[in-house]
């Protein structure tokens, strides 16, 4: 069965850090794009961030490049988003997802998705 699975999420302070980590398994994602994507409720799955399968190239939604780095490391079938200056703006659901697409960011382009970690950004 294939899985990918969030975590780090929590509550932090505006100005603060996390970093979200998505542990994959039932197949190695190594030859995918890997993405960050996040939701409030009421409003659409807004792309944040991927990264291609060799990790060289990069992608970022402008409201987070500057801030936001994602990295992967595919001996571990996992892909990281570290946050730093978070803003209360950037409260959502953080979800982590697969693509054979190359630097994919739209939700359809996606086939495997995780089932989310909650981000917390108190102002």
């Known amino acids: 069965q294939v899985q990918l699975v969030e975590s780090g999420g929590g509550l932090v302070q505006a100005g603060g850090s996390l970093r979200l980590s998505c542990a994959a398994s039932g197949r190695t994602f190594s030859s995918d794009t890997m993405a960050w994507f996040r939701h409030v409720p009421g409003k659409e799955r807004e792309f944040v961030a991927c990264?291609?399968?060799?990790?060289?190239?990069?992608y970022y939604a402008d409201s987070v490049k500057g801030r936001f780095t994602v990295s992967r490391d595919n001996a571990k079938n996992a892909v990281y988003l570290q946050m730093n200056s978070l803003k209360p703006e950037d409260t959502a659901v953080y979800y982590c997802?697969?693509?054979?697409?190359?630097?994919?960011?739209?939700?359809?382009?996606?086939?495997?998705w995780g089932q989310g970690t909650q981000v917390t950004v108190s102002s």
């Open positions: 990264i291609s399968w060799s990790g060289v190239r990069t």
């Open positions: 997802a697969a693509s054979r697409v190359f630097l994919a960011t739209i939700t359809n382009e996606y086939e495997y």
